[in-house]
Structure formats: C-alpha cells, structure tokens
C-alpha cells in the first residue's frame, strides 16, 4: 500500500494547490463582468493572479487547507481499515510536505494535534461500487463557508418556505443571504434533499464534486439550478462581499427520498476555492491517474 | 483603481482621511490574531508591557498563516485572512485598550466594532479572501511571534513587515459600513425573490 499512500500525498498536493479547470474558467469570465475599476473586479483579479502562482509554486492556495474530506468508492475485495489508515498516514506526510495548516483541534484539550489528525479527522466516507477501479475523491473545506451552511427543516414559516421545491429554493437564497460575503463569494452550492439531516448534509458536500457543467439527471432539477444561481446573483453581494455581478458560481442540487414527516434541506456553502481533486487507481493494472 | 499608500503606524489623523470604497497598500509591521487571540486578550487582559510587540498605530490582522521555519527564521508560505465576524464579541475592547489603528480581515465586522472604530479613530479593512499566496509574497519578512507554543502556527500572534500588501476600507471611522450597505440591499432583493 505504500505507493497508494504516496499518490495520495500528491492528491492532497493537486487539491490543496490547483483549482479544478472548471472553477478557475468561471472565475475568469466572472472577473470580465464585474465593472472596469471596480473593487468587485481588482479583488477578482488578485484572486486569479492568487490561483496562478499557488500553481507555479506548488503553495496551497489558501492558507486554510480546510477539513479534509474524503469520498471512497472501494471495489469489492479492499480493506476499508487499511485504507482508512493509509488515509491517515498520508495525511500526516501531506501537512508536512507541502505544507498544509495543520486544523485537527482537540475539544476538550484545545490542543492542535499538528499533523491534521484526530477523531474523526479527515472526514472519511466510504462506499462500495463495481469494477476494478479504486475512486477518492479529496474536498479541502475551509472553514470559513462551511461555517455559511444551514441545515432546514421544512416547512419554515418565516421563509413562507412550504415543502416542496419552491421551498428548497427559498431556503438556499435564505443561506446565502446569510452568509453576506462572510464565505468567500463567489460561492457554489451544494444541496441535499431528504429524510434524516445527518444524510443531507452529506448529500449536499457530495454534489460539491460535481464539475459546473455538469448537468442534473432530473430536468426539474436541472432548472431549479440555473434559476438559483440568477436569483443568488441578484443579490448583489459581489466577489468577496464588495459588491458585484457574480456571488454564485454555481448551483447543483441531489435529492434521496424523504419520510412523509420529514423534509430536510441542508445548504453546504463552498468558497471560490472550491479545491477538490480525484484519484483514479485501477486495481488490476496499478494504473494511477490524478486530476481536478 | 487607485490605491492609496498607507504606512505604518498610523495616526488618528491617517485613519480619519480613509473612506469606505478606498482600495490602500499597506507598508510596514503589522501583527496577526484570531479566535484564541481575541479570547485571550478580552479574558486575561495582559498589559501592554506583557506583550513583546508595540501595538500602537498598527494593524491587527485576522489571519491564521501557514509558515515554514526554515534555518534563517521564518518563511509564510500562504497568509490570507480569515473571517472576522467570529470576533465580534472581542473587537470592541481590543480596540479601545491596545491602541490599533486598523483591524484587518474578510466578511466585514458588525455594530459594535463600527462603533467602536468611531469612538477610538481606527478602520476596518478587507483583504481578499483565500488569496493566500498572492498575500504571503507581500509579506517581507517575518519579524517574530508571541505565543506560538501555546496556541499554535495558527493563532499565535505574528509580527509581519509586508510591503504594497493590497486591502479595501469597507467600515470607516466615520460610521459608514459597506457590510451594513450590501445586507440591507441585498435584503430588499431576498423579499422580493422569495415573497
């Protein structure tokens, strides 16, 4: 397992270090809108200039490298202990190495374990899937817009947010609005429908991976998307909060099914850094492929 | 965008010239704190002959940096900001006691901290968020750090010397806050699109 830990140091390199292309385009065209001497538009500028040289020079691109977390489809037959702790062991080379700031903080000590390790961290989650191939996917959430996410639980009179999709739509402008430039706008984000909160919000991190292209199955979905990121504009929070055309890079919405006594909407909220990147390993012919 | 070039330390009479929307360039020394800083500072008040740094005039930077010891001292690898609302709480009296001119940070800060900006002479700036690279090479050099083994690389009190280090007034000394302006904007938007 010792070169699967050393592919996964250089997946935490890629993700910690380079923005997916999709991501940095959108960036791009949304510094072009934003209105010439603007602070809306120098702040997107440095951001992309930021993005530029984290790359060159192989430095994080935020210091806040974030909770890692980790999404494992595992073909049958691999250990899911040992890769939990070859995980773990590569964690504690990666903040090392590249370096990464190490944010595993002990509740009840308040001692930093300094290597990005502890109970329950990473965040691990793992699941079965067909085929040869090992698939991980690494998110670094920085902590600054997870703190912007909300959980809900429709209906909510206040939002007049009734259970039904016009209420999840009421409930993520509600996030948003929120969350001001508090998380690093633009923003994507990510949703999950469905019946217990602790599966939401694991659903709405998940559609975090999901490239800005990428269109939903669903096409009520799918609409529901496009018009969010319109109305999330309109508010006219801007890039960083100054003010602006763009706060939403992106929406993207998954649903499970829910519990006739239950409605649960969990908005995650991911900053323009929105680093991820996956490791692609083929069992049988040791294949490696790393990308974002 | 013009910037204006602001040095360090800053008098009553510098703040007082900085109006919400002015893009500055930072030189000089400033020093970082965040969530155990504030807390620290508010709960155990340590006198200013405690604190190895002179405070006077500088800026306070909400920022959690990563930084490499290398044989020759300090190197800060990534240095953006980090969110300054977590310090609400704090901000006020940090500002009346230790004398800083300027609090530095990212989403804007609320009520209590315009007040207190007001009051004592001092600004709010915001830097960009997750820029964090692009920040640290405006760092020239790390001068030293206060409480690095007790609260760690992130929270420890660092004295950086930056250069040109690029930053927006958003709350000013005369009561203006663009935080406050966009919420209540944006409010307006968030009625109408939700009904």
Redesign the interface.
């Known amino acids: 397992m010792l070169n699967l830990r050393k592919a996964i140091v250089e997946l935490y390199r890629k993700a910690a270090t380079s923005l997916p292309s999709d991501v940095k385009s959108a960036l791009i065209g949304a510094c072009k809108r934003e209105k010439n001497?603007?602070?809306a538009?120098?702040?997107l500028s440095?951001?992309v200039?930021?993005i530029r040289?984290?790359k060159e020079?192989q430095?994080?691109?935020?210091?806040?490298?974030g909770v890692p977390v980790f999404f494992v489809k595992i073909p049958a037959g691999l250990s899911q202990l040992n890769l939990k702790n070859e995980i773990i062991r590569a964690t504690k080379v990666a903040t090392k190495k590249i370096?990464?700031?190490?944010?595993a903080v002990d509740i009840l000590t308040e001692k930093?374990s300094?290597d990005n390790t502890g109970s329950g961290f990473p965040v691990i989650y793992f699941e079965e899937i067909k085929g040869s191939n090992l698939i991980i996917d690494l998110m670094l959430k920085?902590?600054?817009c997870e703190?912007a996410g909300r959980l809900y639980r429709l209906p909510i009179a206040e939002?007049?947010?009734e259970r039904d999709l016009s209420g999840v739509?009421?409930c993520v402008?509600?996030t948003v609005?929120r969350a001001?430039?508090?998380?690093?706008p633009p923003y994507i984000i990510g949703v999950g429908i469905g019946a217990s909160d602790d599966q939401v919000t694991k659903l709405a991190k998940e559609q975090l991976l999901r490239r800005l292209e990428d269109q939903n199955r669903y096409e009520i979905l799918s609409e529901l998307e496009k018009r969010l990121v319109k109305?999330i504009n309109?508010?006219?929070?801007?890039p960083?909060?100054?003010?602006g055309r763009t706060t939403a890079l992106g929406v993207k919405i998954g649903v499970n099914h829910r519990h006739p006594a239950s409605y649960f909407v969990d908005v995650s909220v991911s900053?323009?850094?929105d680093r991820r990147a996956r490791l692609i390993w083929g069992i049988q012919n040791s294949k490696l492929k790393i990308q974002n | 965008m013009k910037a204006k070039t602001i040095n360090l330390p800053l008098t009553k009479d510098d703040v007082l010239k900085l109006n919400v929307g002015d893009m500055v360039l930072i030189n000089g020394h400033l020093i970082t704190g965040r969530d155990k800083l504030h807390k620290f500072f508010v709960n155990e008040k340590p006198s200013k002959k405690q604190i190895p740094f002179n405070l006077e005039g500088t800026i306070l930077y909400h920022c959690g940096p990563i930084i490499k010891k290398r044989p020759k001292g300090f190197e800060t690898i990534a240095g953006g900001p980090t969110t300054s609302m977590r310090v609400e709480m704090y901000e006020q009296l940090i500002i009346s006691e230790y004398g800083f001119r300027g609090i530095m940070g990212k989403g804007g800060m609320g009520r209590q901290t315009l007040n207190a900006l007001k009051e004592n002479g001092c600004v709010y700036l915001h830097t960009i968020g997750g820029a964090a690279v692009y920040l640290a090479d405006r760092v020239k050099r790390v001068v030293d750090v206060w409480k690095l083994e007790e609260f760690g690389m992130a929270e420890a009190m660092w004295m950086f010397d930056v250069e040109d280090f690029p930053a927006i007034v958003t709350m000013d000394a005369h009561g203006r806050s663009l935080h406050e302006e966009i919420e209540k904007s944006s409010y307006t938007v968030l009625k109408r699109l939700i009904g």
């Open positions: 001497n603007s602070n538009r120098t702040a440095i951001v200039e930021n040289i984290a020079t430095r994080p691109i935020c210091q806040d490298t370096p990464l700031r190490p944010n930093n300094g920085g902590s600054g703190n939002l007049k947010a739509r009421k402008i509600d609005h001001q430039g508090k998380g690093c109305d309109r508010l006219g929070i801007g960083l909060g100054f003010g900053c323009w850094a």
